[in-house]
């Protein structure tokens, strides 16, 4: 192993135990929250909503809205963890500690990224195991859910890290996630096909790229898809790969960080 | 003995156009503990700020132990331990998990880190609060605890900027002998503090910086020795009304108890007791009116003001 390599990757371990030590500690806030929320969106909107709706793309609505509900759970805590983290990381000046010590950029950036992915997909567990009470899922292709939930929660926790870059002050940590993420979240076809839309609202409904994520991961899960799947891991290969460049660029510049 | 910093027409151009320093060039052997002093905003924390890479420097060459700034940043690094002026620990971890952490982010092992956190938190006086959150901590003991963090990773230089600010006197002494024992054990020390006793008792050399230049950089005994006049208080026995007459040494009553007298260095003070004795002015003790070096530092300062408009 490499003289560089090997203090590299304990300092990824130390970033990434210290994040996961975060958000379990503070559990009552970052993972019993989604558990509750969720588990109102399928008493509400799949079980007595749902009944009245009927089938959709073939499958029942709770069975429908499921994917969508797993996925919106792991955007928005993938993101909301990394943006809390480093932003409070940079608020107490503890990001100092890491900044004045070797640790590589790269290393910086996937720890504070995997803290977010990690959390993410705890919750989707978690959101997975309550579905479970309200419908009986079958996972249609592993491959494809693992690959698409994976890559959108890399995706989410590498733009709360731009965020938290950019952020000044605790309201602009919270401005993204609610002006953006949950309108991009809520018309990215969770709840709904996109073919129940007219032609020019489908049109404009594909350059939401929350879209291509859900219906890739409910591909995954129900094997239905208002999109194309090759494209649409292509499309977020391509986000991840541009994230963490701006991401690392963004830390060496030390915009924010560094006088 | 090689050198252990040595920077090189340093500057630093802030954003708004503020020139925080103006080529400084220093150097600082392996093993000393070095003084860097100056009044506020004259360029101490920023030159700290670049060397611990928190602030980007706009010219200029920094070396620690061999490791450029710019072409070795993690050999540096590796080489350089820091106490900032502010905390900028998490305050919801706990010391023993700050050291350990930290530790990791230079590659150290968790089971060697352990080993090393317990070893300065006993040191350091810390070992009982090892498993209090940092933020409940008093400000002596956060101090201390980053004292312990910039320790962890073993560093052959350690910077050290104001370490004593707010920390009782007892307390202070105590991290006195603590660094000093560093320093004996091999650590090359940068201190910067606004205690100029703390800089005369610790330290060996010194190097003042004003309005972003050195304005002196010499051993504190060459320093000290350009002092020619030292101005004592002498508390008196008996009360009295008007100044004794002391010849050559100029003096005022500062109260009815208390006599100010300037003593040259060439005259020594046997002459002045004899005069205050011939007088039968008993003398019960003697006291400097200000720190040695406070007097200089102030003098050195002010005449930079009066060059530097």
Redesign the interface.
Known sequence: MSRELRPNLVALQTIVQREIRRYTRIWPQTLLPPAITMVLYFVIFGSLIGARIGEMDGFSYMDYIVPGLIMMSVITNSYSNVVSSFFSTKFQRSIEELLVSPVSPHVIVVGFALGGITRGLAVAVIVTLLSMFFTDLQVHHLGVTVLVISLTASIFALGGFINAVFARNFDDISIIPTFVLTPLTYLGGVFYSIHLLSPFWQTLSLANPVLHMVNAFRYGILGVSDIRIGVAISFMLVAVALLYLVSVRLLISGRGMRQ | MSTALSIRQLTKT?GNGFQALKGIDLDVAEGDFFALLGPNGAGKSTTI?IL?????KSGGTVNVFGHDLDRD???L??C?G?V?Q??????FEKAFDILV??A??????AKIAKERAERYLNQLGLWDKRDVSSRMLSGGMKRRLMIA?ALI?QPRLLILDEPTAGVDIELRRSMWSFLTELNREGITIILTTHYLEEAEQLCRNIGIIDHGQIVKNTSMRELLKQLHVETFLLDLKESQLVAPELGNYPSRLVDHHTLEVQVEKSQGVTELFRLLSAQGIEVLSLRNKTNRLEELFVSLVENNLKVTP
Do not use: A, D, M
Not at chain 2, 86 to 91: A, D, G, I, K, Y
């Open positions: 802030y700020g611990s890479t928190l602030v980007n940043p993690s050999g690094k590796r350089l820091v900032p502010e905390f900028n620990f998490n305050q952490t930290q990791g982010y230079y590659g150290i092992p963090r990773h």
